[in-house]
């Protein structure tokens, strides 16, 4: 099976712009996530969809926002770019049942000017 | 709040011998998952190994083995020949038993020496 995959891999923004991040899960996972990693924060949960309902919500601003469709493929969106969004988006993928495992993809690099 | 917490920033470790890195976390439920993510140079996070809490037994798949301790909330790794491809950055996670938002430790960074 293929595996998680993102597009774009990297993305440089300026301040106030918008941008787009795709995240296609592994064939027949339902569930996507989407986690932030920069050097100051570490790894923190944005949120997961489930069958095209958000799941869960990770302590972020409303600028921050996310769906999924019928094929699972997640789409995260981040609004008014600020510096302090430039980071590593990583997307994970599951069959979404308590028992399963995450798998990650390569990531998106944002960097905001 | 769940939090957990890596207190070793950066481990070396000559190439063949063992190495154990150390992970403690906090919380107040019973029914939990943890895990260990690699990081290497790619960013690809890749699944090392998991532990459910309700299992006593240590989880190990081949060179790499944990020491799951409940009651004191403590979960190491163990990595042992160690091998020049385990130079990465190693994370720590936790998840409880709903939903899949993984908590995150702040990593450790493992150098392996030839």
């Known amino acids: 099976k293929a595996g998680v995959t993102q597009t774009p891999r990297y993305l440089i923004k300026t301040r106030g712009q918008q941008v787009t991040l795709s995240c296609s899960p592994i064939s027949g996972h339902r569930s996507v996530s989407w986690y932030q990693q920069t050097p100051g924060q570490g790894l923190q949960f944005l949120f997961e969809?489930?069958?095209?309902?958000?799941?869960n919500k990770g302590n972020f601003p409303g600028r921050f926002s996310g769906r999924q469709f019928s094929n699972s493929r997640s789409e995260m969106n981040v609004s008014t770019l600020e510096l302090g969004d430039s980071a590593l988006y990583l997307c994970?993928?599951?069959?979404?049942?308590?028992?399963?495992?995450?798998?990650f993809g390569p990531g998106t690099r944002l960097l905001v000017l | 709040a769940q939090t957990v917490t890596q207190s070793q920033p950066e481990m070396s470790v000559q190439e063949a011998e063992t190495v154990t890195l150390s992970c403690t976390y906090d919380?107040?439920?019973?029914?939990?998952?943890l895990f260990w993510y690699k990081q290497p140079p790619s960013r690809q996070m890749i699944l090392v190994i998991r532990q459910e809490a309700y299992k006593q037994q240590n989880a190990t798949e081949n060179r790499f083995s944990v020491n799951f301790q409940k009651a004191a909330k403590s979960f190491s790794l163990k990595i042992s020949d160690s091998q020049l491809g385990d130079a990465a950055m190693y994370f720590c996670a936790y998840r409880i038993n709903a939903g899949n938002m993984l908590t995150f430790g702040g990593g450790t960074r493992l150098m392996v020496k030839p």
């Open positions: 919380t107040s439920e019973s029914d939990y998952y």
């Open positions: 969809y489930f069958s095209e309902t958000q799941r």
């Open positions: 994970a993928s599951s069959l979404g049942g308590a028992k399963e495992t995450q798998y």
